[in-house]
């Protein structure tokens, strides 16, 4: 059954949603293409990305059709670019088969997950499908006070969905975690959702993002990762790998590019597939 607080939250959210480009439409190009890169990246810094992007790209057929280093290109400086080739890989199969309309159907695509593949199937083609991501996990579990496991949760976040009103039920709830409901401070006050178990309540400290024992965090300069992103974003650019860089560090980055398909090596040169 809906939660006792589906419609305060729904007014809410329609009263103060944000205004994003993939809210304003249904094409499940534009939606997959946003959630793609809305994983482990802010929105701020995807809007612009997303906007060239789908210029460039305006349906599956174009990114079916460019070649691997294009489609890099178009997404240096986005970070994560195994992304870029996983989506790449699923326009191929778009292109070839069309699209799944269904939950099932959509996570057999190349990187697509159940969340994405739940967000597709309620935003584009109006399934009645619950979007489960880290703002909704931490949403339902406050409502409740009540952690669950992978199962349970997504047993109850489908128990939760109004009839016929699952997407806006899933942005409303990635709206409130992202906003309101943080994963520290959650600002109680502003939360539609009056009968929250934990509303004002002081939280366990797993369940806030607060520290547990962990030492200083390593800076990203000094990360392999920091090093991958260099290395492909010079090869955008047109420029050999970046000078600098410790030289076991540079292969070790550019073994692991090798392997997963982000570079191709012949000899001492290195480029984009």
Do not use: K
Request: proline share 7%.
């Amino acid at each position: 059954m809906a939660h006792p607080d589906a419609d305060a939250i729904l007014a809410w959210y329609g009263a103060v949603r944000r205004d994003l480009p993939w809210r304003r439409t249904r094409d499940p190009w534009a939606i997959l293409v946003s959630e793609v890169m809305l994983q482990q990246t802010q929105v701020a810094r995807v809007v612009p990305y997303y906007e060239a992007f789908l210029a460039a790209f305006p349906d599956p057929g174009a990114l079916a059709a460019a070649s691997g280093a294009d489609v890099l290109r178009a997404w240096s400086g986005l970070g994560y670019n195994r992304r870029a080739l996983a989506l790449h890989a699923a326009a191929r199969a778009v292109a070839r088969d069309g699209w799944p309309r269904t939950v099932e159907g959509l996570t057999a695509l190349p990187g697509v997950g159940p969340y994405t593949a739940a967000a597709v199937a309620s935003f584009a083609f109006g399934a009645g499908a619950a979007a489960v991501d880290t703002n909704v996990r931490r949403v339902i579990e406050r409502l409740d006070r009540r952690r669950r496991r992978p199962r349970e949760l997504a047993r109850r976040a489908d128990a939760l969905l109004p009839a016929g009103r699952a997407a806006d039920w899933n942005q409303a709830l990635m709206e409130l975690g992202a906003t309101v409901c943080a994963a520290r401070a959650p600002a109680c006050e502003a939360c539609p959702a009056a009968s929250c178990s934990s509303r004002a309540r002081p939280l366990p400290a797993a369940w806030n993002g607060a520290a547990r024992g962990r030492g200083p965090a390593e800076r990203f300069e000094d990360t392999d990762r920091w090093v991958r992103g260099r290395i492909v974003a010079a090869l955008a650019a047109g420029a050999a790998p970046p000078d600098g860089i410790a030289p076991e560090r540079l292969e070790r980055a550019l073994a692991g590019l090798a392997r997963d398909g982000l570079v191709v090596r012949d000899g001492a040169a290195v480029r984009l597939p």
